[in-house]
């Protein structure tokens, strides 16, 4: 088939939306269906022209305020409207659609074209956080919007799942990520790179908590803060963000790594010993199912995806939104019982098996195939 993947982000940029898509495009690409993506244009048009076979159409784009790295693409419909016209796809997939998004669907929908809107991002909770609480509504307003116009939804986590049909749009459907356990797996840990965090081979054996994400607002990396005094332990930061210079000065014992990928962020992950996530706006959280793929037990707050991927008592701990004592009692107790921590760490590892991209991309495919027959049956009646 032909399949137009409109993206609000794309390489260079990485995250959890890019890295998904990322995957679809492999998928997408050992089928031999023909695939364009529409994406924001990088700094100075940085990018490449073709990714796993798929011709990237940039548009003009300008830097989020506050967050330069993030670009917002310019371009209203009629233009987003002429470039669907000309590859004329089967379906148009929209990757956590926003501003880009908005006008993608609509312009779709005026071509008569199926689309499958995937959920990826609470835009709108992030409001708050970056400081601009008033637009909260009129975030989940344009998010209603572009769903109740899409011929399918897919959601994360039943969270995100029950989020959006309290929202009105009933007929969201249950999408997950997979996660690749040949890249992440307990193999990978280095003892080498362990030693060079907790002060050499030959010094007192430190646990290490780590961290993977964007250090913004919305990860609030800043909680961590009461893990910093834990004896014994080394707190790594993994990731980079516009709050790098900030989370520095307020966590000057933890070690910031910056971005990592490939395969030097699997030998970092499964070199932890427990991993942390505080972030309470996840509609998944792709970084704690790599976790558990690399053998390591979780603690992250108790709202969003971890609520799906977690599993008290047995592959970790979720602990009460901002109720940060738990958080920090919760990783006492694990760092503090290596027996334990070992038969989380097990558990974490058998609950992500079979959750392969090529099931989960298989699964997206048959998404595609109901929109596009459904459209086809409406235009014969």
Same mark, same amino acid.
């Given at each position: 088939?032909?399949?137009?993947?409109?993206?609000?982000?794309?390489?260079?940029?990485?995250?959890?939306?890019?890295?998904?898509?990322?995957?679809?495009?492999?998928?997408?690409?050992?089928?031999?269906?023909?695939?364009?993506?529409?994406?924001?244009?990088?700094?100075?048009?940085?990018?490449?022209?073709?990714?796993?076979?798929?011709?990237?159409?940039?548009?003009?784009?300008?830097?989020?305020?506050?967050?330069?790295?993030?670009?917002?693409?310019?371009?209203? +419909?009629?233009?987003?409207?002429?470039?669907?016209?000309? =590859?004329? $796809?089967?379906?148009?997939?929209?990757?956590?659609?926003?501003?880009?998004?908005?006008?993608? +669907?609509?312009?779709?929908?005026?071509?008569?074209?199926?689309?499958?809107?995937?959920?990826?991002?609470?835009? $709108?909770?992030?409001?708050?956080?970056? /400081?601009?609480?008033?637009?909260?509504?009129?975030?989940?307003?344009?998010?209603?919007?572009?769903?109740?116009?899409?011929?399918?939804?897919?959601? $994360?986590?039943?969270?995100?799942?029950?989020?959006?049909?309290?929202?009105?749009? =009933?007929?969201?459907?249950?999408?997950?990520? *997979?996660?690749?356990?040949?890249?992440?797996?307990?193999?990978?840990r280095d003892g080498a790179w362990r030693a060079s965090m907790t002060g050499?081979?030959? /010094?007192?054996?430190?646990?290490?908590?780590?961290? +993977?994400?964007?250090?913004?607002?919305?990860?609030?990396?800043?909680?961590?803060?009461?893990?910093?005094?834990?004896?014994?332990?080394?707190?790594?930061?993994?990731?980079?963000?516009?709050?790098?210079?900030?989370?520095?000065?307020?966590?000057?014992?933890?070690? =910031?790594?910056? =971005?990592?990928?490939?395969?030097?962020?699997?030998?970092?992950? #499964?070199?932890?010993?427990?991993?942390?996530?505080? *972030?309470?706006?996840?509609?998944?959280?792709?970084?704690?199912?790599?976790?558990?793929?690399? *053998?390591? $037990?979780?603690?992250?707050?108790?709202?969003?995806?971890?609520?799906?991927?977690?599993?008290?008592?047995?592959?970790?701990?979720?602990?009460?939104?901002?109720?940060?004592?738990?958080?920090?009692?919760?990783?006492?107790?694990?760092? *503090?019982?290596?027996?334990?921590?070992? #038969?989380?760490?097990?558990?974490?590892?058998?609950?992500?098996?079979?959750?392969?991209?090529?099931?989960?991309?298989?699964?997206?495919?048959?998404?595609?195939?109901?929109?596009?027959?459904?459209?086809?049956?409406? #235009? +014969?009646?």
């Amino acid at each position: 088939m032909r399949i137009a993947i409109v993206a609000e982000s794309f390489l260079p940029q990485m995250n959890g939306v890019v890295h998904s898509v990322l995957r679809v495009l492999e998928h997408l690409q050992e089928r031999g269906d023909e695939v364009l993506v529409i994406a924001p244009a990088g700094e100075m048009g940085t990018g490449p022209e073709y990714v796993s076979g798929a011709l990237v159409h940039r548009l003009p784009s300008m830097p989020m305020v506050g967050y330069a790295k993030v670009r917002v693409a310019f371009g209203a +419909v009629p233009k987003v409207r002429r470039i669907l016209k000309r =590859f004329a $796809p089967d379906v148009v997939h929209l990757a956590s659609p926003f501003e880009l998004g908005w006008r993608a +669907v609509r312009a779709a929908h005026s071509l008569g074209i199926p689309t499958v809107a995937i959920y990826q991002t609470e835009v $709108p909770s992030y409001a708050a956080r970056y /400081g601009v609480p008033f637009l909260e509504n009129w975030a989940w307003e344009r998010v209603e919007k572009i769903h109740l116009l899409a011929d399918r939804t897919l959601a $994360p986590s039943t969270f995100a799942l029950n989020q959006l049909r309290g929202r009105g749009i =009933f007929d969201a459907e249950l999408w997950r990520r *997979g996660v690749d356990t040949q890249r992440f797996n307990p193999a990978k840990r280095d003892g080498a790179w362990r030693a060079s965090m907790t002060g050499g081979a030959g /010094g007192r054996r430190k646990k290490i908590i780590g961290y +993977v994400g964007r250090l913004a607002a919305e990860k609030q990396v800043e909680d961590l803060r009461v893990l910093a005094d834990l004896p014994d332990t080394q707190l790594v930061i993994v990731g980079d963000g516009p709050l790098r210079p900030a989370l520095e000065a307020q966590l000057p014992r933890a070690h =910031f790594t910056g =971005f990592q990928g490939g395969e030097d962020l699997a030998r970092i992950v #499964a070199s932890f010993d427990l991993f942390v996530h505080p *972030g309470e706006f996840e509609t998944f959280c792709q970084t704690i199912q790599e976790a558990m793929a690399s *053998g390591v $037990p979780v603690v992250a707050t108790g709202r969003g995806g971890p609520l799906d991927l977690v599993e008290n008592s047995k592959t970790g701990w979720l602990y009460t939104p901002g109720h940060l004592d738990e958080l920090r009692s919760y990783v006492q107790d694990l760092i *503090g019982d290596d027996a334990k921590r070992a #038969a989380f760490a097990e558990a974490a590892l058998r609950s992500v098996q079979g959750r392969t991209w090529s099931t989960i991309c298989d699964q997206l495919v048959r998404h595609y195939d109901d929109v596009i027959t459904a459209r086809a049956s409406l #235009a +014969v009646r």
